[in-house]
């Protein structure tokens, strides 16, 4: 199986088509996360929405997961961006570390902060206390040739793609993706139905 191609499913000639599904994605793509960590075979258990904070009394950030290695129990924070046909489809697939610049948001400030210095932050989820390893992104799709040097540079551990999550998930017969997907399909087409 060659897997899933988000250059094939979102880059069509017909750039209105593309930003309606891309919208449409991004509502559950983090439910797709979530569904291939509780999948025995992932190599990554999802422990909850992590908090940065540098001091005990500081609100903190909250990023969007918390990974434990399933091989040697080591935690992760972890942060998603899947920005399909936005800016004429930059950021579709990583391969640049510029395409990084224009996340400008406090959280992802820290999150990138983290990825080097993982020592200056007291991290929780759930409001206890967790000993961590390092940061993992979470991108569309990923130029694998890209991903040595992206970790180099920026000292995050671990890229993992969204296009081989859902690959991995088709490919496992996975009965919760399968739902989750049976459902949205549903509730789109009873929307349209609706609307009709």
Known sequence: MSGISFQEIFCSKDVAR???????????????????????????????RPVLKTRPDERGWTLD???KSREDGRVFVAEQK?????????????????????????AFTRFRDFAKIPRRYIVTVSGKKVSTEGAILVWGSVDEEF??????????????????????????????????????????????????
């Open 82 to 106: 899947c920005e399909l046909e936005f800016h004429n489809y930059q950021y579709l697939k990583l391969k640049s570390l510029h395409q990084l610049d224009h996340h400008t948001g406090e």
């Open 18 to 48: 593309d930003k309606f599904l891309s919208r449409i994605f991004g509502i559950f793509s983090e439910e797709i996360v979530r569904t291939w960590c509780k999948n025995p075979k992932s190599p990554y258990e999802n422990l909850g």
């Open 65 to 67: 997961y918390g990974l």
């Open 147 to 196: 991903t040595s040097e992206f970790k180099e540079k920026t000292g995050i551990y671990d890229i993992l793609s969204l296009e081989k999550i859902i690959s991995d998930l088709v490919v496992w017969a996975d009965p919760e993706y399968r739902l989750l997907i049976k459902e949205r399909k549903k509730w789109c087409q009873e929307l349209f139905n609706a609307l009709t």
